[in-house]
Nanobody, 126 residues
Framework: QVQLVESGGGSVQSGGSLRLSCAVY????????MGWFRQAPGKEREGVAI???????TYAESLKGRFTISQDNAKNTLYLQMNSLTPEDTAMYYC????????????????????WGQGTQVTVSS
């Protein structure tokens, strides 16, 4: 049973930084695609950043340069470093994972992921 547990969310002022963590349990597939999505109230869930077991990454175009995805395989943990946060970054952030190899342009689509965490709230105040 795959379990994803997010942490690190919280409240921060505009311009601040946060680092989210996603602890991964029970993932036994040889290949993975893992990453972060976010969903603000009244909006669709959007892909933020993804990394796969081959080390390839992809980011939402609008977030490049501010957000960085990384992983610590020894700790089975995925991270998202978020800098220069703005109120528009306020959302519930979710960790997601999948074992299928799919073409690149689908990586940021939430339908391409089978496993999800419960989410961690990020609130940025102006």
């Amino acid at each position: 049973q795959v379990q994803l547990v997010e942490s690190g969310g919280g409240s921060v002022q505009s311009g601040g930084s946060l680092r989210l963590s996603c602890a991964v349990y029970g993932y036994t597939y040889s290949y993975y695609r893992m990453g972060w999505f976010r969903q603000a109230p009244g909006k669709e869930r959007e892909g933020v950043a993804i990394i796969d077991s081959d080390g390839r990454t992809t980011y939402a175009e609008s977030l490049k340069g501010r957000f960085t995805i990384s992983q610590d395989n020894a700790k089975n943990t995925l991270y998202l470093q978020m800098n220069s946060l703005t109120p528009e970054d306020t959302a519930m952030y979710y960790c997601a994972a999948d074992y299928r190899r799919v073409i690149g342009w689908t990586w940021l689509q939430h339908t391409a992921y089978n496993y999800w965490g419960q989410g961690t709230q990020v609130t940025v105040s102006s």
